[in-house]
């Protein structure tokens, strides 16, 4: 069974920084991508950040040059670095790993940025 556990949310002032991790009980490179989404209350979750088996990275456009998305493939973890978080950033956050037709999630971790 494929195991995805977060870890780094927390509560933050504005303009401030975390970092997120996602650590996969698989190699991260057997996924066809990884990446962050994230759900505020009474919205859908919407992809934050992608990352493919070959290193190519997407973003959602309310994160473009203030998230980074990045990868330690020894220690099978990505990371989320997230720098000038503004309170819409507030939400939990999931990873996701893609493997062929199969989509993995881990158990979330809450992010709150207050203002």
């Known amino acids: 069974q494929v195991q995805l556990v977060e870890s780094g949310g927390g509560l933050v002032q504005a303009g401030g920084s975390l970092r997120l991790s996602c650590t996969t009980s698989r190699r991260v490179l057997s996924f066809n991508a990884m990446g962050w989404f994230r759900q505020a209350p009474g919205k859908q979750r919407g992809l934050v950040a992608t990352?493919?088996?070959?290193?190519?990275?997407n973003y959602a456009d309310s994160v473009k040059g203030r998230f980074t998305i990045s990868r330690d493939i020894a220690k099978n973890t990505v990371y989320l670095q997230m720098n000038t978080l503004k309170p819409e950033d507030t939400a939990v956050y999931y990873c996701?790993?893609?493997?062929?037709?199969?989509?993995?999630w881990g158990q979330g971790t809450q992010v709150t940025v207050s203002s």
């Open positions: 996701n790993g893609a493997y062929h037709n199969l989509s993995y």
């Open positions: 990352i493919s088996s070959g290193g190519s990275t």
